[in-house]
């Protein structure tokens, strides 16, 4: 289970801070780079002006809960996608949600009535956005039981979650393609899936929604790591192992070349891993950033080889191209944090800039954390912006503008 996850994963139940307090390091570890070169201009000019608290994003009315929270445009609608979520009228529990809307106005709020991706009119309950597969089910069904005590089936109630990363509009491939990881949790105390509501992480995927058909798919690997296994057996939609993880946390696409960022430290130093959009589900097409030589960047086929180039955030970063400065710009906000960061660089790779506070949020009884940027609603050319952060004292996505000016 790699801990940028793990807080994203206790965060609606309220468990994290038992198990991060346990990590002094990870609390008192401060924000730094990891370019391995010089930094970039201080964020091309770009310095905070103001920042305002907007309140909880207006969202579905059956949603008691959701963490994780990021977004994408794709054709002038924005798409959200969310983690664990708590439900009322009726009362349920899903690993993973999904919104559409077309306010793209933020200014005065941000709406997500909708129950799925797809249908703006359908304001029910939502329903699971990654889909699980045939043997995942009957696993499932196989496995269930209201009172494992005394059980010698080391999966006794043990249910698989899907918890969706960042997301990235694909236009000319009509789809947007949502990184994930997978778990399994409860079981025995002993069993391969304890660690209570927790889990243990089995690794990530990519699901694909066709924004033609409209279908929610996991795509299948080529060239899949064999050593990846989970309980029901062979799963042919694992593209990295829970250490590598790449794409769960940021991802920029240039071009048509794809970069997602992963491999973290206990600290959260991440590094980059890069493939041609087109080829995004075979893992022998992945290559790995593995420092310079001679001052040129070297991409490795081998994700042994990767170094880390930039600080991550609790639950993930948001990187995005920055058409103020022409810098790509990464923000997050670092474990049992409250400031959200940001630093800027020439390259999805770096060198990146030394973070600067891009904003404070205020402390509650509960954790704060998944702080994620959201580009389509950027206004002023580039120097208003908007982000959301988790609370868990509330469970509600909070909505804060930023405005920049630009020496």
């Not at 990881?181 to 889990?199: H, N, Y």
């Not at 959260?268 to 950033?289: K, L």
């Not at 310079?292 to 600080?311: F, L, Y």
């Amino acid at each position: 289970m790699t801990l940028r996850k793990l807080i994203g994963a206790a965060g609606v139940l309220g468990t994290v801070l038992t198990l991060l307090v346990a990590s002094p390091a990870l609390a008192t570890a401060p924000p730094s780079s990891h370019s391995g070169g010089q930094p970039a201009d201080p964020n091309g000019g770009l310095v905070v002006k103001d920042v305002q608290f907007l309140g909880p994003v207006d969202q579905n009315a059956h949603v008691v809960a959701r963490d994780n929270g990021q977004s994408v445009e794709y054709q002038g609608k924005s798409y959200w996608f969310f983690d664990d979520t708590m439900l009322q009228n009726p009362t349920g529990f899903l690993s993973s949600t999904a919104a559409v809307t077309t306010d793209l106005n933020a200014g005065d709020g941000i709406s997500l009535q909708s129950a799925n991706p797809f249908d703006l009119t359908d304001t029910g309950s939502p329903t699971e956005f990654v889909p699980y597969s045939a043997a995942e089910v009957q696993f499932q069904k196989d496995h269930a039981s209201s009172d494992c005590t005394g059980s010698t089936d080391v999966f006794c109630g043990t249910q698989f979650a899907f918890w969706p990363g960042s997301a990235v509009a694909d236009p000319a491939h009509h789809r947007i393609l949502v990184f994930y990881g997978k778990l399994c949790r409860g079981g025995l105390d002993t069993g391969p899936c304890a660690s209570g509501f927790v889990g243990q992480a089995l690794g990530s995927g990519i699901v694909s929604v066709d924004m033609r058909t409209h279908q929610i798919t996991r795509l299948n690997i080529e060239n899949q790591d064999t050593s990846l296994t989970s309980p029901e057996g062979t799963d042919r939609t694992l593209l990295f192992s829970p250490s590598q993880n790449f794409g769960n946390g940021g991802t920029v696409l240039v071009g048509n070349e794809l970069y997602a960022y992963g491999n973290c430290s206990s600290t959260n130093a991440c590094g980059v891993a890069r493939v041609r959009i087109d080829r995004v589900q075979d893992r022998a097409a992945w290559s790995f950033y593995a420092g310079t030589s001679n001052g040129r960047p070297v991409w490795s086929g081998d994700a042994a080889a990767t170094v880390a180039v930039m600080t991550g955030g609790a639950a993930g970063e948001t990187v995005q191209y920055d058409p103020a400065t022409k810098l790509y710009m990464n923000s997050y906000m670092p474990f049992l944090s409250h400031q959200v960061y940001y630093q800027t660089s020439p390259t999805p790779w770096g060198p990146w800039s030394s973070p600067e506070v891009l904003y404070t949020a205020p402390t509650t009884s509960g954790v704060e954390y998944a702080a994620f940027a959201h580009p389509e609603y950027t206004t002023n050319d580039g120097l208003t912006r908007y982000y959301t952060y988790y609370t868990s004292s509330t469970g509600q996505q909070l909505l804060v503008k930023v405005d920049f000016t630009k020496d």
